[in-house]
């Protein structure tokens, strides 16, 4: 099993540029996460999706969006990027909401310029 | 915002010695968890501790909690270079969605 995985795995975006981070799973797992991590800030919640279907905001969900393609699948969607979302992009999931040991992927590090 | 806070920020330790870090967190949990972040990685999880225990051991790792006092602390007994990397502490609460601390480093001297 791969785990999660997580595509690119590095990008320079210019400021008001979109691109999509692609998350997937091969573990059946039902709920999904991204998390942004800044020096000194930790993790912080973007979106997660507790199953097929929904997804809910999460702390810091302002410039993003999110799209639960399928069980396996959760991207992450920067319509116009902006310096501020510099950060390193962090896909994570779990069996079940909360709980229970999250799975995290090997991380996006981008950089808005 | 953030719910657990661990300390210290920063720990650096001879390789052999035991590194002790804490959590302290505000607000009720179901259960706590620790992970660990090697530089560049993604966070892996350690161990996980119930609300209703108040001790838990996983190899050279030793948790434990203290919800009367809203903490808990992580223990690594004859520590490595390879324990060498980021610590965070991550609560649930009613929402079941998991909020993370800060995070503590660890450097093992060799």
């Known amino acids: 099993n791969a785990g999660v995985t997580q595509t690119p795995k590095f990008q320079v975006l210019k400021t008001g540029q979109s691109m999509t981070l692609q998350c997937a799973q091969d573990m059946n797992h039902n709920s999904m996460y991204w998390y942004r991590q800044d020096p000194g800030m930790g993790l912080r ?69 | 915002s953030q719910q657990g806070e661990e300390d210290p920020q920063a720990l650096s330790i001879q390789e052999g010695e035991n590194a002790t870090m804490n959590c302290s967190y505000k607000t009720s949990i179901n259960n706590l968890q620790w992970y660990r972040q090697n530089s560049g990685r993604g966070l892996v999880h350690l161990i996980l501790i119930r609300s209703n225990e108040r001790e838990k051991h996983s190899g050279r790792l030793r948790v434990t909690l203290d919800t009367s006092k809203k903490s808990s602390s992580l223990l690594i007994t004859a520590s490595r270079a390879a324990d060498t990397a980021s610590y965070f502490c991550a609560t649930d609460g009613a929402n079941s969605k998991l909020t993370f601390g800060k995070g503590i480093t660890l450097s093992v001297r060799p």
């Open chain 1, 45 to 113: 919640l973007i979106y997660y999706s507790a199953s097929e279907g929904t997804t809910d905001k999460g702390e810091v969900p302002n410039g993003y969006n999110v799209s639960r393609l399928n069980k396996r699948e959760f991207s992450l969607r920067l319509e116009s990027a902006a310096p501020s979302q510099t950060s390193v992009y962090f896909c994570a999931s779990t069996r079940q909401r909360g709980g229970i040991e999250q799975y995290f992927g090997p991380g996006t590090r981008l950089t808005v310029t």
